[in-house]
């Protein structure tokens, strides 16, 4: 792979701790969730900072498939839900759930640009066989 970009960051203190970016553009203390164990303090977790940039990248996905189809995309909106669980086999993993809505286009137009999107997201191409993702247009 050419590299176009790449973002370094660094944590200290695992889940409970903090991390910042090269950059110092992310800057913060994260908290382990009530569900995990942890205190449950209002501070982001590692599944939070995943959903975002999930979210984010597979909306500009279907912003380049639609550039690339010629299609107006008009307003779009990816809600993305991370979940972490146990693993059958021991360990830990993650399931991801996006919720995609292209209210300006039809449904026989938005699953196509939906369904490649899928092959063209980074995120969606780093996690292809290693968890379940569920990629819905609502």
């Keep these: ?3 176009l970009y790449e973002a370094k960051a660094v944590a200290q203190g695992g889940r409970n701790g903090h991390v910042k970016s090269s950059d110092g553009v992310l800057d913060f203390d994260l908290s382990i969730p009530k569900g995990l164990g942890g205190p449950g303090k209002p501070l982001p977790n590692p599944e939070m900072l995943f959903a975002a940039g999930y979210a984010a990248c597979f909306d500009s996905a279907l912003a380049f498939v639609a550039a690339q189809q ?3 995309l008009g307003t779009s909106q990816v809600s993305a839900a991370v979940s972490i669980g146990a693993r059958e086999g021991g360990g830990f993993g993650l399931a991801v759930r996006l919720e995609v809505s ?3 286009l ?10 490649t999107a899928h092959t063209v997201c980074p995120y969606s191409n780093a ?3 290693n968890i379940e993702v569920d990629v819905k247009l609502v």
């Design 127 to 129: 996690v292809r066989n």
């Design 1 to 3: 792979m050419k590299s």
């Design 106 to 115: 039809p449904r026989e137009q938005a699953q196509p640009l939906v369904d």
């Design 70 to 72: 010629h299609v107006t």
């Design 102 to 104: 292209l209210p300006d």
